[in-house]
Structures are given as C-alpha cells and as structure tokens.
C-alpha cells in the first residue's frame, strides 16, 4: 500500500467522461496500479489494457464503454483539462499551485498520494532565509511562502534533483516534496518547515461540468462513496 501511495503521489491522472458514442480519452500516468483501476480513486472502473502492446498504447479502453483513460505528462493535465480535450483530471496539488491555467474546477481532494511541500537546507536554519538562495521546482508557491512571511530571497528554479543543489552550493535551501523524509537524510539535509500539504485533486473543465454537470456528478459521487 505505501508502495502505491508514493506512486500515487509522483503519478498524476487524468480522466474523460462522455455520455455518448464519441469517447474521448481520459488522460492518466500509470493505469496499471494494484487491481487495475485509476489508482484507487475511479470506484470500480478498470483500465482495459490485456497485453503488453496494449501497455504500451496512450489511450486505452475501460471496463465502461463511455470511460477511456490515456496517459499525460502531470504538469500537463491542468492544460489539457483547461483546453477540454478531456473532462476530469486527477492531479496532485502541487501541479495546480504552480500551474497558470485557470479554466477548471477544482472539485474534490481524493487523499491519497499525500506528502507535503517542504523547505529543506543542510545546516541553514529559518531564521536565516533572508538574502539566501532557494532551490525549487516549484517557484510560484516557494515565492509566495516568501512573500507571505515578507521575506527577501533568490529562487533557482531547477527540474531535476533538487537535493543536489545544496551540495554542489549553488542554494542554500531547497523547497522539495517530501513523503518520508529518507531522500532528504540520505542527502544530508534536514527538514525545516512544511510550506503546504499536498494530496491528489480531481479536477473538471468549466464548461464540461455545465454541458455534462448530472453525468459529471454522478461519477464524483462515486468516487465519494468509493
């Protein structure tokens, strides 16, 4: 279980809804957890993929002829849900704090995938935020913790492992997701603050939760009731 959770919270999903012939794909990053359904949050719908060359397909079909999955980039999901190439996006929050689209609904918090936005550093304390250098993949939400405690500091905004940066002395500190801290002892830093929990949301497009709201909420509804 915990190893599906840490899954859950790198994998970011997406799902499509249509209540007529013309299925549009429901966009998701790892349909195969556990028993086969949308990591624990599509309440009994199951990704059809029989065969490895189907595990290997973008789109796929599911247990509901008016259901498809597909598998999207996480920090892509908020786009396409925006866009309305597909209707319901299951996402981790810390995709939406950063995101710039606006175009959707951000509907239910699912609980799982759960780990936590943190400020992290080597031997450099709170205190001494000020004037230093920060790491981050997530420079909008580190800028607004700043802005927030009124305090002055240079983002680097970096996309691969930021627990080096610190190492190699280019930051001070490093604002990471962490799950059970083993990353960041393993690096030599430790965890100052939590800046934000973070879980997995469900999402839906604006206008598609007009035109499909009874269909829309019916689905909710059972994840809900999941």
Not at 116 to 124: D, F, I, T
Not at 146 to 166: Q, V, Y
Request: charged fraction near 30%.
């Amino acid at each position: 279980n915990q190893k599906i959770k840490e899954q859950q919270a790198k994998q970011k999903s997406n799902i499509n809804s249509e209540t007529d012939n013309n299925e549009e794909p429901l966009p998701l990053n790892d349909p195969f957890v556990g028993d086969g359904t949308l990591g624990g949050a599509s309440s009994g719908v199951k990704v059809i993929a029989e065969t490895e060359e189907d595990k290997r397909k973008l789109i796929f079909g599911s247990s509901e002829k008016n259901i498809q999955f597909s598998i999207l980039r996480g920090w892509d999901i908020p786009k396409f849900v925006s866009y309305g190439a597909v209707d319901i996006g299951i996402v981790g929050k810390d995709v939406l704090l950063e995101t710039e689209e606006e175009n959707f609904f951000e509907v239910l918090d699912l609980k799982i995938g759960k780990c936590r936005l943190s400020l992290a550093a080597k031997e450099k304390k709170v205190s001494e935020l000020a004037g230093s250098t920060i790491a981050s993949k997530f420079p909008k939400e580190t800028n607004n913790f700043l802005s927030e405690n009124f305090i002055d500091a240079e983002i680097i905004e970096l996309k691969g492992s930021i627990e080096i940066a610190p190492i190699l002395g280019i930051s001070d500190y490093i604002v990471d997701l962490v799950n059970t801290g083993n990353t960041l002892k393993e690096n030599g830093l430790k965890e100052l603050k939590v800046i934000k929990e973070i879980s997995t949301r469900l999402i839906v497009n604006k206008s598609k939760f007009r035109t499909k709201n009874k269909e829309i909420k019916k689905f909710i509804q059972r994840i809900k009731n999941d």
